[in-house]
């Protein structure tokens, strides 16, 4: 789907009907996968057909339904992966959160870059900001494109990230949304980490939780 000067595709992977992004420069072909959850064959079927290159694996947190294919991808396409320092302790439990919720344990991998806020990563022409905002988890960040804002489980159409799992904190997210997203323009697309798209304008104006 083009928005803008990229393409989006949305691909829903895991039992937890997660979202799972490909961003794609069309003028390079270089692509931003964002929260492989799972399903990685699928994903890296879509690359391939689609003639995409995967430069990064950018994950908005590190909980299981976002993290599932991982390491599938990364050993195909030797992609950079990105996460925040302190959502690392994830990777280090996934075994346990798999086991937590009936789901196969996936593979280990190891970060390669720290999302820090206010970094930009380049994908072909595409600029990503990372933006943190902690709450859902306390690494918890969504990654702004042009005027599109892969959220992860932050915002959502008309609701809010849990906050009651560890590392969460519901005054924190309430502060990083308003801070930090409800901020942004109002057209500003919102693609979650589950569920469908939505605006900064109409999460400012009708979301129960930020009135």
């Not at 990064?56 to 909980?63: E, F, K, P, Q, R």
């Not at 599932?68 to 302190?86: F, Q, S």
Request: net charge negative; glycine share 10%.
């Amino acid at each position: 789907m083009p928005e803008g000067n990229m393409l989006i595709e949305n691909m829903i992977v895991s039992p937890f009907m997660a979202n799972c992004y490909l961003v794609t420069c069309p003028e390079t072909k270089l692509c931003a996968v964002i929260d492989p959850g799972d399903n990685g064959k699928q994903i890296l079927a879509t690359l391939h057909e689609r003639s995409w290159t995967a430069k990064y694996i950018l994950l908005t947190h590190g909980h299981i339904d976002h993290i599932g294919a991982v390491a599938e991808i990364k050993g195909t396409t030797n992609a950079e992966i990105v996460l925040h320092k302190k959502d690392s302790i994830f990777i280090r439990t996934a075994k346990i959160q798999a086991r937590l919720y009936g789901l196969k344990s996936p593979e280990k991998f190891k970060v390669d870059r720290y999302a820090v806020d206010g970094d930009h990563l380049t994908v072909g022409t595409l600029d990503f900001e990372v933006i943190e905002t902690p709450g859902h988890s306390s690494g918890g960040v969504c990654y702004l494109a042009e005027e599109s804002l892969f959220a992860g489980d932050t915002l959502f159409f008309d609701t809010i990230g849990q906050t009651d799992l560890p590392g969460g904190s519901y005054e924190q997210l309430i502060n990083s949304i308003k801070t930090r997203l409800l901020v942004l323009p109002a057209e500003t697309k919102v693609y979650p980490g589950h569920g469908p798209a939505t605006t900064i304008g109409r999460e400012r104006e009708l979301n129960p939780f930020l009135r």
